[in-house]
């Protein structure tokens, strides 16, 4: 049974005369973790921009749903309703290419990394895992005032807060560095807290950009398992660009391929390692055998 | 050895003072990058309005007891001022952020000069006196051509400034208030991506910056007991330059650098030349940019590759 979490339509964005994405469509399932990869320049950062709010597609629908998978059936009255999102309380309908970025982070619960590490470097390692929790705990104090004064549900909301935080600190392995500066932590470590911070936003969908980059393989096995344990346990759905083909075939669930801004495949990863047009455009071909694979692989 | 002992009572009394309006500079800094040339026409203007609560308190209502009269007039100042930044900062900043980065520091200008000028038609462009307070002295050393004293302002003034600055530590250090403020500073877009209100969070600063402005405006009328329409301005600019030389964007720097240019200012009318004490100060800031850019406390701007 399939449960699309994020169905990406005719997903078409263009930089001036510049094609960065022609007509890409795929779906990404609820709890499952599917990978986007492709070579350099493929157009997998413009397809997490295009997501994320960063980019306004130039084309195409970008709908995330949470809740009942019933809210389905409203997209096209949403899409031509004209409206951001439908929320209803079984759960929520968004059109992320309507929305802005933080809107897209804050309404439909959909957190980001980046490829370079972007912690708060002179914040510790707690603090950058409560900083995330912000809005929950705003909430609950009535804006700072009734939290100064210590009023119970206060008190109550930020001892979970800490809680949380402890929990996440315990699964990537720092408990011992919390009042460390983020900056001072080594790179993989920064990486893998980067992930724990993005998940104490409570996300309904973890968009990952390269995170095993820049790893060296105990580090990169450190997160796969991060990520495993945050679909099994957690139930959040991930989105992941990826280089590290070792990372993509063990943890992912579902691969899409990009070459050129156009999807060239898309399936399970044992269907993608042995697709032919993948493995031309990962390995290349000389210029005078372009006609015969390409006739090989029915482009 | 007893004018130096009075010099520095003084020198801390005004580095006090100084130190908390640069702390709303280096604030706004630290947020939003751009230097809040306004910060010292809202510190005059704080000052107006404490002297007019007062006034009203004491007249009107007829409270005695000036300590508690100070109290409230405090807490108005705070208020008042806050609401007043709360305003300028909606209107005049937040339209243009995302602009280039002069336009805000001209508007900032512009609202400098309009709160200045505004004060003058409203107030009047004389100096407004209210009664001394707080006259008596401590005299710590006597002899016959000079006494060392302490007087009760200034002990008021200490007071006061030491409560806040504690207060202030707490709410940036330990709440999550300081927490949303500092992940703006560090990494705004980063910060809105998890959740933090990044506007709310800049109209807060801007709030507390006033409060804090308001504190000194009010602590500077109990000190001198006059205030003009264009008292905003060398003060602002002082307490800039004690911001530049703790190092902008750093708090503690601030309050270091405000009290180190309250010495300076006070050493240099004692024991060189009064009417250069300004010069001496503002040499601070020429050579604090040519020789030391980050400041004392100020982290080196590392350019990301």
Known sequence: MTRPLLRVEHLTMRFGGLVAINNVSFTAQHGEITALIGPNGAGKTTVFNCITGFYKPTEGRLALQSGDQALWDDLDTLTAGGAKSLRRADGGLFLLERMRDFEVSRDARVARTFQNVRLFQGMTVLENLLVAQHRALMAASGFTILGAIGWAPYRKAEHASIERARLWLDRIGLIDRADDPAGTLPYGAQRRLEVARAMCTEPMLLCLDEPAAGLNHRESAALNDLLMLIRDQDKTSILLIEHDMSVVMEISDHVVVLDYGEKIADGKPAEIRSDQKVIAAYLGVEDEEVDKVAAEVGL | MDVFLQQLINGLTLGSIYGLIALGYTMVFGIIGMVNFAHGDVFMVASFIAMVTF?????????????????????????????????????????????????????????????????????????????????????????????????????????????????????????????????????????????????????????????????????????????????????????????????????????????????IETFWSAYFSLDYKDVAAFSILAVTMIFLPQGLLGRPDVEKV
């Open chain 2, 55 to 263: 006034l009203l308190l004491t007249t009107w209502l007829g409270i005695s007891s000036v300590v508690l009269a100070l109290f409230i007039v405090l807490i108005v100042a705070m208020v008042l001022t806050g609401f007043l930044n709360w305003t300028i900062e909606r209107i005049a900043y937040r339209p243009l952020r995302g602009s280039f980065r002069l336009a805000p520091l001209i508007s900032a200008i512009g609202m400098s000069i309009f709160l200045a000028n505004f004060v003058q038609v409203a107030q009047g462009p004389r100096n407004k006196a209210m009664p001394a307070l707080f006259n008596e002295v401590i005299v710590l050393r006597s002899s016959e051509t000079f006494d060392v004293a302490v007087s009760y302002k200034q002990i008021v003034i200490w007071l006061v400034t030491a409560l806040l600055l504690l207060g202030f530590w707490f709410l940036v250090t330990r709440t999550k208030l300081g927490r949303a403020q500092r992940a703006c500073e560090q990494d705004p877009k980063m910060a809105a991506l998890v959740g933090v209100d990044v506007d709310r969070t800049i109209s807060i600063t801007f709030v507390i910056a006033a409060a804090l402005a308001a504190v000194a405006g009010t602590l500077y009328l109990v000190y001198y007991g006059v205030v003009s329409f264009n008292d905003g301005f060398q003060p602002g600019v002082k307490a800039f330059t004690a911001a530049v030389l703790g190092g902008i964007g750093s708090l503690p720097g601030a309050v270091i650098g405000g009290l180190l240019i309250g010495l």
